[in-house]
C-alpha cells in the first residue's frame, strides 16, 4: 500500500504531538518519516502515497464581533477548500482566513507542517469535506512533522466530532 512502516499509536507516543497523544483513539496508527518531507507534495511522492489518501489540515479564523472564531478544516490533498464561501458561512463571519503560522502552532500545541484535528480545542469545529469521509485509507498530520497518522475518513469524523459538509471549490 505505502513504504511506510505503520505502527499503533498507542505503542509510540514519543511519534504525536501531546495534545495529540492525549485524544488517541483506537486503532489508530502512525509512521516516522523524515521531517524534511513533511510538506504533502513530496511525502506523497517519497513514501508512495497516492494524493487522494493524504488529507490536509488548515486552521482558519474569522472575526465576528469583536471575537476570533477558528475551525479546523480537512480538505483531500487533491482538492481546494471554499474557504470564502461555505466555510465564512459556517463560521459565521465576514472574512475567514487561515491563521498565521505563530497563532497555529501556539494555539494547537502543535508543528507547522504537522498540525491534525485531533486534539485541537474542543471548542473548535472540524469541518471534513464529504470527500474525506470517503476515504478507507487516509494519511493525517501527526502533530510532528516526523510522523503521519493513519486513519479512515469515518473514523476521523467520529474520533474528532467532525461536521461533514462540501468545501471544495
Avoid at 128 to 136: K, L, Q
Amino acid at each position: 500500500m505505502t513504504q511506510l512502516d505503520w505502527m499503533p499509536a498507542a505503542d509510540h507516543l514519543d511519534l504525536l504531538a501531546d495534545p495529540v497523544a492525549k485524544a488517541l483513539v483506537p486503532g489508530l496508527r502512525v509512521a516516522e518519516i523524515d521531517p524534511g518531507l513533511s510538506d504533502t507534495a513530496a511525502f506523497c511522492d517519497r513514501y508512495g502515497v497516492a494524493l487522494e489518501d493524504s488529507a490536509n489540515c488548515v486552521i482558519v479564523a474569522g472575526r465576528r464581533g469583536g471575537e476570533t472564531r477558528y475551525a479546523a478544516v480537512m480538505v483531500l490533498a487533491t482538492d481546494r477548500a471554499d474557504v470564502n464561501g461555505v466555510i465564512r458561512k459556517r463560521l459565521d463571519v465576514r472574512k475567514v482566513s487561515f491563521a498565521p503560522q505563530p497563532e497555529a502552532v501556539s494555539l494547537t500545541g502543535m508543528e507547522y507542517g504537522g498540525i491534525t484535528p485531533l486534539g485541537l480545542p474542543e471548542s473548535w469545529p472540524v469541518l471534513v469535506d464529504e470527500n474525506v469521509t470517503s476515504r478507507s485509507f487516509l494519511v493525517i498530520g501527526s502533530g510532528l512533522r516526523r510522523s503521519k497518522l493513519a486513519i479512515s475518513g469515518a473514523d476521523l469524523v467520529a474520533a474528532t466530532g467532525g461536521e461533514t459538509l462540501v468545501l471544495t471549490l
